[in-house]
């Protein structure tokens, strides 16, 4: 469960991005983040779960970091983030660092094409990154029996074809929470293998 201190560091990095936006700045000044409310529910879901295996697509500065870190801790598990943006994991980095939540989390500077194929089964998925890759993404993720993907950005984007294309696929049941933007919640009873290379 989130902590007082973590919390109030999501709300701090959520507000920064509220500020960014309202002042309308380009977009390459501008923080993109995930809603708390989102990083409450698959803090939630990661660690109700038990996810030992923890996986997030896009952690720039970080609340899905926090929470999911946060989920690790309470169950013994550990986070892979993959980030392309040396500065924002940079910045991540250093507020897990604060939050004493770092030693959970394996921080991964690049393409999460190239490091997805290196990865163990995961139990628990947040794919947060642009979305022409969610569905490549999901293909090549390997996710253990039992195991969640969620993916932001569902309502707000329109991402019908994903959310098609995960309920197509077997022993799966998926729904979209209208939560901040709108998270695609798939449970694998099966689990997956990897099923493409991009
Ligand atoms: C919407 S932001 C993620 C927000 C973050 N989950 C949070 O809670 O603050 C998307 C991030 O995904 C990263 N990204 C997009 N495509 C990527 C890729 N192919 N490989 C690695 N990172 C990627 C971007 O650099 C960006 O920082």
């Not at 994991?89 to 660092?97: G, K």
Request: glycine fraction near 8%.
């Amino acid at each position: 469960m989130l902590q007082p201190n973590e919390r109030a560091e999501i709300t701090r990095l959520w507000e920064r991005k509220v500020r960014q936006d309202s002042l309308n700045l380009p977009f390459d000044q501008r923080h993109r983040n995930l809603e708390p409310s989102s990083a409450e529910t698959i803090s939630t879901i990661a660690a109700g779960i038990g996810a030992r295996q923890i996986l997030e697509i896009g952690g720039s500065s970080g609340i899905s970091t926090i929470a999911l870190a946060a989920a690790a801790r309470d169950v013994d598990g550990r986070l892979t983030s993959l980030e392309r943006e040396r500065d924002r994991q940079e910045e991540a980095r250093q507020t897990l660092a604060g939050l004493g939540l770092d030693s959970y989390v394996n921080f991964i500077l690049g393409e999460a094409a190239d490091a997805l194929p290196t990865l163990p089964a995961m139990n628990f998925v947040l794919i947060d990154c642009e979305k022409d890759d969610y569905i490549p993404f999901f293909n090549m993720l390997a996710i253990a029996p039992g195991g969640v993907v969620v993916a932001d950005n569902i309502i707000s984007h329109s991402l019908v074809e994903y959310s098609g294309r995960v309920r197509a696929y077997p022993d799966c049941e998926s729904l979209t929470l209208p939560i901040g933007k709108g998270l695609e919640i798939t449970w694998l009873s099966k689990g997956k293998t990897s099923s493409a290379v991009r």
